[in-house]
């Protein structure tokens, strides 16, 4: 039996080490391994890294790279010499992603769901050529049925209407929700389909966390609004705080192809499940005064272009770094840039809901307060409900909102997309919701006499977040 047992830990260590994660999930997964050596192989076969293969559709990002130029005038137009850093941040972007600087000729921030969803609805309603969305969860509720019922009207118009949403976060969508879609006219699909069997190795662990919607390819959303009547304070009282983001401009056209080669990608072969004409969903747009980019992220990309965006935008903070977001699960080295900034003199805030909706993530953030406060980073808790936004603030320049959490899973498992303003548009939307957020909130004090059934939850809970 000690052979057999010597050559299963040899053949699976390789074969994680061969996957090249993260150096303490890896470890943590080899002791998984050793120690359960049945479970642990199926847990890990079934939730375990691994890198996705997908090819990016060059002739998508090729068309409106000639813009380029403009754009990046623009951006050095309105920032400041001295902010030479945040034109650092833009193009260590645009070596991540291939998503250039692009502009936006209006912004708007949509604080909460009902007032995101009006503006969906709008927009939906005027749209006349397409109408694009995806999301990670898509109930079928009454908010859920109200925006399915309007996308029907509209391809019953003739509009086109394509809908993708993940196969794990929107499982309640049954057939009976969908048939009416289709039978319209609308395209559906679900992103990595969780169901056993589908692929050699299974795919539950990745999914697509994106929420996009398009209108013509002229109007854009993005942020941490999934549509549910968890986020429709109209409908429950004790709805998700969130944030969301209206844009227009040339910012759209790259918004549109995360769509599309999402699209592409979930219907099988990325280059040849394209729309035919994609002048109709790619136009030129006017340019406008708000330099903005878009970043995304997922395991098919080998430069975690998010993660890098958060340590580039926080490295690069001399005034102010404010962060909101409902997980907070840091790496090491994100850990380190939030306290060096703090040990630099930089004002670091932190806004965590005091209560998620998940214990085990709440007990994981609530560990690493202490050191935070140690190095002079002020840590607060919203109380008012279930804080979902995503956002951050750096300077009077930057400002991030997007689907992106703060935490492992967002950074190196998930499908993930961010915009971010280089300006001061976004940065004043944000920051003023930052400090209209804070009034609802307590400041975390430290306290190293917590009860020790509180640390040991926490150190388990932080132990085993890299297996998220």
């Keep these: 039996m000690s052979a057999i047992w010597t050559l299963y830990v040899v053949v699976v260590g390789v074969w994680i080490l061969l996957q090249r994660s993260q150096p303490v999930a890896t470890l943590s997964w080899l002791l998984s391994m050793a120690a359960l050596p049945v479970v642990g192989l199926l847990v890990y076969y079934y939730f375990g890294p691994q890198r996705m293969k997908r090819q990016r559709i060059k002739r998508l990002r090729s068309r409106k790279h000639a813009r380029v130029r403009t754009s ?22 645009g070596m991540t992603t291939d998503f250039p600087v692009s502009t936006a000729t209006s912004m708007n921030l949509l604080v909460g769901g009902a007032a995101t969803f009006d503006a969906i609805a709008d927009a ?24 399915r019922d309007l996308l029907i009207a509209k391809a019953r118009e003739g509009v086109q209407v394509r809908f993708l949403v993940d196969a794990l976060g929107s499982k309640k969508l049954g057939r009976k929700f969908i048939e009416p879609l289709q039978q319209a006219g609308a395209e559906v699909l679900r992103f990595h389909d969780s169901k056993i069997g589908r ?45 969301h983001i209206r844009v227009e401009g040339s910012v759209v056209n790259w918004l549109q192809t995360v769509f599309l080669e999402d ?8 280059a040849y499940h394209l729309p035919d004409d994609l002048d109709d969903f790619l136009p030129d747009c006017e340019d406008g005064p708000i330099p903005m980019q878009v ?16 340590l580039a935008t926080i490295n690069a903070a001399q005034q102010r770094i404010w962060l909101t977001t409902p997980y907070f699960v840091p790496t090491e080295g994100a850990l380190a840039a939030l306290t060096n900034a703090a040990l ?3 004002n670091v805030r932190i806004l965590v809901p005091k209560k998620s909706d998940s214990a085990f993530v709440t007990a994981a953030a609530r560990s690493y307060f ?65 400090e209209e957020d804070l009034e609802q909130s307590m400041a975390v004090v430290y306290r190293s006499e917590k009860g020790f059934r509180s640390r040991l939850s926490g150190s388990v809970a932080r132990l085993l977040s890299p297996l998220l």
């Design 124 to 147: 939906v309603r005027a749209a006349r050529h397409h109408v694009h969305l995806e999301y990670y969860i898509y109930e079928p509720d009454e908010t859920g049925t109200a925006l």
């Design 199 to 243: 692929r050699l190795r299974p795919v539950v662990n990745f999914r697509t966390h994106r929420k996009i919607l398009i209108c013509d390819g002229k109007v854009g959303f993005t942020g941490g609004v999934n549509v549910t009547d968890e986020e429709n304070k109209r409908i429950r009282a004790d709805a998700y705080h969130d944030v």
């Design 295 to 310: 970043v995304t992220s997922g395991p098919d990309d080998q430069l975690d272009a998010i993660y890098r965006a958060y």
């Design 370 to 434: 202490d050191e935070l406060i140690r190095c002079g980073v002020h840590v607060y808790e919203y109380e008012a409900r279930m804080l979902h936004s995503k956002t951050l603030v750096v300077d009077e320049y930057m400002g991030m909102i997007g689907t992106a959490n703060f935490d492992y899973r967002s950074f190196f498992l998930n499908y993930e997309v961010c915009v971010i303003g280089y300006g001061p548009e976004l940065n004043q939307a944000l920051a003023a919701q930052f």
């Design 344 to 346: 630099r003199g930089v």
């Design 263 to 270: 699209w592409a990608y979930t219907r099988g072969n990325d």
């Design 72 to 93: 990046m005038q623009k951006l050095r137009a309105r920032i400041p010499a001295q902010q030479e850093r945040l034109r650092q941040v833009a193009r260590l972007v």
